[in-house]
């Protein structure tokens, strides 16, 4: 049993990964981390060198590995739903919980890390609020596919969604 953390960028999974992975005593994983760490170099320098169909083959192969693992926070990056083996794969796991937030917040989320434009590639032409949204728009019903939980992490401290996440799964009585 894992517990995937899904959805798009700046909605907290890297952040509410960490205090699930404290509160559960359970190791934490990030999918990102990991595609940068075996490529070795950053998400933005992949996407440059292989382009964005490279860096999502190496990110389904990370998922695929990290998705056999047993009691661990995993969060995915949130392009990951988009390859369908890896939507498969998340649907037959145990607990997939969606963090969503509107694009506004996200947008906002974004622009207040200074680390985004040298990580984190624009995805499209557009980039900006522009392209938080229509990406939203297209990954929905992706995100919607694969969770089994929808948090809504508007206004909300990632302790408080950490919390939630853990009350809502039972996961108290699970982890043990």
């Known amino acids: 049993m894992n517990l995937i953390l899904i959805g798009y960028r700046g909605t907290g999974?890297?952040?509410?990964?960490?205090?699930?992975?404290?509160?559960?005593?359970?190791?934490c994983v990030d999918?990102?981390?990991?595609?940068e760490r075996e490529a070795g170099a950053t998400i933005a320098e992949?996407?440059?060198r292989e382009g964005e169909a490279g860096f999502r083959q190496r990110?389904?192969?990370v998922v695929a590995r990290l998705l056999q693992s047993d009691r661990c926070i995993i969060s995915l990056g949130g392009g990951a739903v988009l390859r369908e083996e890896?939507?498969?794969?998340?649907t037959h796991a145990r607990h997939v919980v969606w963090l969503s937030a509107?694009?506004?917040?996200?947008?906002?989320?974004?622009?207040a890390d200074p680390a985004t434009p040298s990580t984190r590639p624009n995805l499209t032409?557009?980039?900006?609020?522009?392209?938080i949204r229509d990406l939203l728009r297209q990954r929905e019903a992706m995100y919607r596919q694969?969770?089994?939980?929808?948090v809504d992490t508007e206004n909300k401290l990632p302790a408080a969604i950490a919390e939630e996440i853990v009350e809502r799964l039972q996961l108290d009585t699970a982890s043990r």
Do not use: M, N, Y
């Open 59 to 61: 990110e389904a192969a």
């Open 13 to 27: 999974k890297s952040t509410v990964a960490r205090l699930l992975a404290a509160r559960l005593d359970w190791p």
């Open 102 to 111: 509107s694009a506004e917040t996200i947008h906002a989320r974004i622009a």
């Open 125 to 131: 032409p557009s980039g900006g609020f522009e392209e």
């Open 31 to 35: 999918s990102d981390v990991e595609a």
């Open 86 to 90: 890896t939507r498969q794969r998340l």
């Open 146 to 150: 694969c969770a089994q939980c929808t």
């Open 46 to 48: 992949i996407f440059a």
